[in-house]
């Protein structure tokens, strides 16, 4: 098992009122396997994404990750957890628009403690993997949306992580693009990563192989996609 | 993650916000060269005064007597007695009177004439630069002799060279025998608009006799006081002082004038350092002011690094280096400015400077201290921010 949730609860306190952003959630994800976590706004699933990413520690619960509790760990651990086993997509990219898509693929190498001759060679060639080959001394801004995302999934797959994770990876994007990531994730997947999807948008979630459906903090319904 | 590799983040991210790193540094600039040219100001003004005074003369005693009843001066023979002590090296007494000089049919201006004898010359420090200067045997043959200050030389003889040349002082004739080393306008009355000549003569010239004012050298600097006290109690046998009466002379030490002065341009370093202090302190301030814009600024971006794994000292390494760098780069360049203006100063304004390596490295340590206390308060709030919340913020 890769991801285990183990009754997670996630609690923030806004003055004396408690919310229950994630409550008792159990959730086991294996190697291999491409899941979308589906859900209106305000389900959670922001929270869940949090939670999987390792960016949040959990308040109730054990997360396990590749057999590791990550409840306990340490903010240092976390960060190095975060670099070596997963790769995140966001919606927004997140790229550092001072630098170009070559330093920003190159940056989890960096923190990874590459050295230069390698992390240079390694993300030249993700970038070649996703179609940019030609683009690798632009800056975010010169590129277009599609292209942008590309290079986040680009430097997502930087470490070789355990698993990749999109947050609403085409809601920044035209359809065509859209269409262009989805199927660079099915492609990832048969060749072996994991990947979880956080969506709100069904015709999404449907090209995934399994939906889990979170609503009110709450996982009410998991189903295999029929393909 | 290598500190080589932070290091690099660290001066992207000044290069990549060119302006805001330069405005940042400016304050730091202008601390730093306010600090140093303040400080070579004072230190400048303390050398200054100092070595004019002691251009007067090293270890000298001066006597001024103001006498009582018919009592009024001593005898130029009473004066040399001072010379017999141990602590003494050298006496020169003094008669001086404004006259007016005349060469063929050019006149002087109103000029200072002093009668003295050859001891002037160690005693106060005053040399000549052509011929020769008084001689023992010049006073005591009364030979009218005359010794000329440099301006002097210029308004009488212009181009002509003086020496042999007769002129007439209060319609007496003396011969040039030499000419004083120039000097420029000091603050105790410029040497270069005198005349020198044997204190015998001037007797006569001036028809007074005796002398009011004595020039005494100690045989080194510790035996000025000894000296001091030794001619004092002379002087009050002679004219026979008791305690309650005015006093009918004065012995000054000018060490202690001198200390005086070295105390005041102390205190005034010390205050034009302070105040330079006080815009470096200031131009701190605006580092930490910057430093905490670009914090707030760069928040998504902190998030975004911490995300792909950047562990709490990357963060706090990064930006503490960027404020250091900042900082850093800043002094460097404010000594440069520093120096710059400070010889700028001295050779334009024509201002008495002295920069030390002191003042130097006190001004760019303080300004490293700056950056660095400064730097790590914001690279600390940087480096815990939470990852989530970072990468919230719009």
């Not at chain 1, 923030?12 to 491409?34: H, P, T």
């Not at chain 1, 869940?48 to 903010?75: E, R, T, V, W």
């Not at chain 2, 510790?222 to 000296?227: P, R």
């Not at chain 2, 690094?305 to 000292?313: D, N, S, V």
């Amino acid at each position: 098992m890769l991801i285990e949730l183990k009754d997670v609860s996630k609690i923030y306190r806004m003055g004396k009122i408690e919310v229950r952003a994630l409550d008792n959630v159990s959730l086991a994800i294996e190697e291999g396997e491409f899941v979308a976590i589906i859900g209106p706004s305000g389900s959670g699933k922001s929270t869940m994404l949090n939670i999987l990413g390792c960016l949040d520690a959990p308040s109730q619960g054990d997360y396990i990750f590749n057999g590791k509790n990550i409840s306990k760990l340490h903010d240092n651990e976390m960060a190095e957890i975060r670099n070596k086993n997963i790769g995140f997509v966001f919606q927004n990219f997140n790229l550092l628009p001072k630098l170009t898509a070559l330093e920003n693929v190159e940056l989890p190498l960096i923190y990874g403690g590459e050295k230069p001759s390698t992390y240079r060679r390694k993300a030249i060639e993700l970038l070649k993997a996703v179609g940019l080959s030609d683009r690798i001394h632009h800056k975010p801004t010169e590129l277009s949306s599609g292209q942008q995302q590309r290079v986040t999934i680009a430097r997502a797959l930087a470490t070789d992580p355990s698993v990749i994770l999109a947050d609403e990876p085409t809601g920044n994007l035209d359809t065509k693009s859209g269409i262009e990531i989805m199927k660079i994730f099915q492609k990832l997947n048969e060749e072996g990563k994991t990947i979880v999807i956080i969506t709100h948008d069904l015709s999404i979630a449907r090209s995934t192989k399994r939906m889990v459906h979170i609503k009110d903090g709450k996982i009410v319904r998991n189903e295999k996609v029929e393909g | 993650m290598s500190f080589l590799q932070t290091l690099k983040i660290a001066l992207r991210a000044i290069i990549d916000n060119k302006l805001r790193s330069f405005l940042t540094m400016l304050g730091i600039i202008i601390g730093v060269a306010s600090v140093i040219v303040m400080v070579s100001l004072g230190q400048g003004a303390t050398v200054g005064v100092t070595e004019r005074i002691q251009s007067l003369g090293s270890n000298l005693l001066t006597i001024n007597i103001t006498g009582r009843g018919a009592h009024t001066a001593l005898s130029y023979d009473q004066a040399m007695e001072f010379a017999e002590s141990p602590h003494v090296s050298a006496v020169a007494p003094v008669i001086s009177a404004t006259a007016m000089a005349k060469y063929g049919n050019k006149n002087s201006a109103d000029i200072q004439v002093i009668g003295t004898n050859s001891y002037f010359s160690t005693v106060r420090n005053f040399e000549v630069s052509r011929g020769r200067f008084l001689l023992a045997g010049d006073i005591e043959r009364r030979r009218k002799v005359a010794i000329l200050g440099a301006q002097v030389v210029e308004d009488l003889f212009g181009f002509i060279n003086p020496l042999g040349q007769d002129i007439k002082i209060n319609g007496q004739i003396f011969t040039v025998i030499g000419v004083l080393q120039a000097e420029g306008n000091t603050m105790m009355g410029s040497k270069d608009n005198q005349i020198l000549i044997p204190i015998t003569v001037a007797e006569r010239l001036m028809r007074f006799r005796g002398v009011r004012t004595i020039y005494v050298q100690a045989a080194g600097p510790n035996e000025v006081s000894l000296a001091l006290s030794e001619i004092s109690a002379k002087l009050s046998k002679i004219f026979r002082e008791d305690e309650e009466d005015e006093e009918s002379f004065r012995v000054f030490d000018q060490t202690q004038v001198l200390e005086a002065i070295q105390e005041t341009t102390r205190i005034l370093t010390v205050m034009l350092g302070g105040i330079a202090g006080i815009s470096l302190l200031v131009g701190g301030i605006g580092i930490m002011n910057i430093m905490l814009v670009s914090v707030t600024e760069r928040t998504r971006e902190i998030g975004i690094r911490k995300a792909l794994g950047a562990k709490r000292k990357d963060i706090l390494f990064q930006f503490l280096i960027e404020s250091l760098v900042i900082s850093g780069i800043g002094g460097i360049i404010g000594i440069f400015l520093g120096l710059l203006s400070s010889l700028g100063l001295a050779n334009f304004m024509n201002m008495p400077l002295k920069t030390t390596l002191t003042v130097i490295w006190i001004a760019f340590t303080f300004s490293l201290l700056v950056g660095v206390s400064f730097g790590l308060y914001l690279a600390n709030k940087a480096s815990r921010l939470s990852p989530v919340e970072a990468l919230r913020y719009e």
